[in-house]
Nanobody
């Protein structure tokens, strides 16, 4: 699967953005998918995940619960991350990820980087105060 993330940008605190991740080469609904982010000088961290289609369960990091929503449009083979009430601490490069090779993401409500095996190129989100 190839993943392409886009939709980042510069927004003021309290604003919103919607990130998209277009998938090609494999049906997105057949894989667990996730969003991660990486701020300068920090490790890449889990943001949200959604299980493959027959389950569809969604999981979020505590710091985004109630503000971010992960979703999937099967017809467009695209993953989304709706981000509301953005704060300066949300500034990071956001990556979408797919667990195509059954790397273990299914078994965790807070999966790690190692549980996903395909990654998009990242999109920058900058939140000004």
């Amino acid at each position: 699967v190839q993943l392409q993330a886009f939709g980042g940008g510069l927004v003021q605190a309290g604003g919103f953005l919607r990130l998209s991740c277009a998938a090609s080469g494999r049906t997105l609904s057949s894989m667990n998918m996730g969003w991660f982010r990486q701020a300068p000088g920090k490790e890449r961290e889990f943001v949200a995940s959604i299980r493959w289609s027959s389950d569809g369960s969604r999981y979020y990091a505590d710091f985004v619960k109630g503000r971010f929503t992960i979703s999937r449009d099967n017809a467009k083979n695209t993953l989304y991350l709706q981000m509301n009430n953005l704060q300066p601490e949300d500034t990071a490069v956001y990556y979408c990820a797919a667990d195509q090779e059954y790397s273990g993401s299914y078994y965790y409500t807070s999966p790690k980087v190692a549980h996903f095996d395909h990654w998009g190129q990242g999109t920058q989100v900058t939140v000004s105060s």
